[in-house]
């Protein structure tokens, strides 16, 4: 696995910032984005927007540091792996395997030694002028505009599953949306969890159910029209009937447990 990575065009922007090393990329403060995650006693992780100025425009970036966030499979490892280590790899394949999502600018895993616990730090480059699908949803009546928006994020899943991969955490605001000219174009983000797996129906169900449930449908329509995108068909067939009654059973046993 690689243990550093710089994209050379915002190595610069670093240097400028005097930002290019581990160190200072971890004491620097940045505005929070979400109240920080805690993995378990000693791990934690947070992701911070920053705003860095070059001679020609500003860069915003998100940084992901984590420290003892480890994935469970590399706990017993000599050399455990930070989550987001996890993450950055995905974003590469993913990006090779033509799924949308960001892109990578800088990543760096130091190791835990005797004096330091391990400690990681993901940088992408931020989606300016996209929104969380929740939130674009939300402000968005259109109704062929949300069906392209359905398109898409089908389109997507669909492309994520034939490869074999699952996102394992496929909420609305993991999916960002930008407009332009009537034109809709989205990204994946937060692939932390995301799995290259045998895709059962089962597991699609989950996935699919993941995604339905927190979405904010204006009614039953839509969310078929979602499902028929899905499954690329025009009307839905006995299969894919049985399917969304999972997905309905699914949904319901999240509520009770909600409760
Ligand atoms: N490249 C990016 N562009 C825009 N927003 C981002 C980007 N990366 C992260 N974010 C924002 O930061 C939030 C937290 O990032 P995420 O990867 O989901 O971290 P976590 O693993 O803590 O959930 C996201 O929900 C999103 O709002
Ligand atoms: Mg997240």
């Keep these: ?14 240097k400028k910032h005097e930002l290019a090393d581990f160190d200072s990329l971890w004491l620097h403060e940045g505005r929070l984005v979400e109240e920080g995650n805690v993995k378990h006693k000693s791990g934690h992780s ?5 705003k860095l100025e070059d001679s020609t425009k500003t860069w915003t970036v998100y940084m992901k540091r984590q420290e003892n966030y480890i994935t469970t499979k590399s706990r017993i490892m000599v ?22 999502t960001m892109q990578a600018l800088y990543f760096e895993q130091r190791d835990n030694t005797k004096k330091n616990p391990l400690r990681a730090i993901l940088i992408t480059k ?6 969380p699908l929740d ?3 939300a402000k968005t009546p259109d109704r ?18 034939n490869h074999s991969w699952l996102h394992h955490c496929l909420f609305p ?24 797996c045998i895709v059962t129906k089962r597991r699609v169900i989950n996935e699919l159910t993941a995604f339905i449930r927190r979405c904010e449908w204006r009614n039953k329509t839509e969310m078929l029209q979602f499902m028929k ?8 067939g006995p299969e894919h009937r049985r399917m969304l009654k999972r997905i309905y059973a699914r949904m319901q046993y999240k509520k009770d447990k909600h409760r």
Aim: net charge positive; charged share 30%.
């Design 173 to 196: 605001k993991h999916i960002f949306i930008r407009e332009k000219d009537g034109q809709l174009t989205i990204k994946l983000i937060d692939l932390e969890k995301a799995k290259k």
């Design 1 to 14: 696995m690689k243990k550093r990575f710089l994209d050379p065009v915002f190595s610069s922007v670093l």
């Design 79 to 100: 050399r455990p792996r930070a989550i987001c280590a996890r993450e950055f790899s995905n974003i590469n394949t993913w990006r090779k395997l033509g799924i949308p």
């Design 46 to 50: 947070h992701v911070v927007r920053l």
């Design 144 to 161: 062929k505009l949300r069906a392209q928006a359905f398109l898409k994020t089908a389109q997507a899943l669909r492309r994520i599953h």
């Design 135 to 137: 939130e674009w949803l």
């Design 126 to 131: 931020g989606l300016v002028g996209y929104l």
């Design 229 to 236: 995108y899905y499954c690329g068909v025009k009307t839905l």
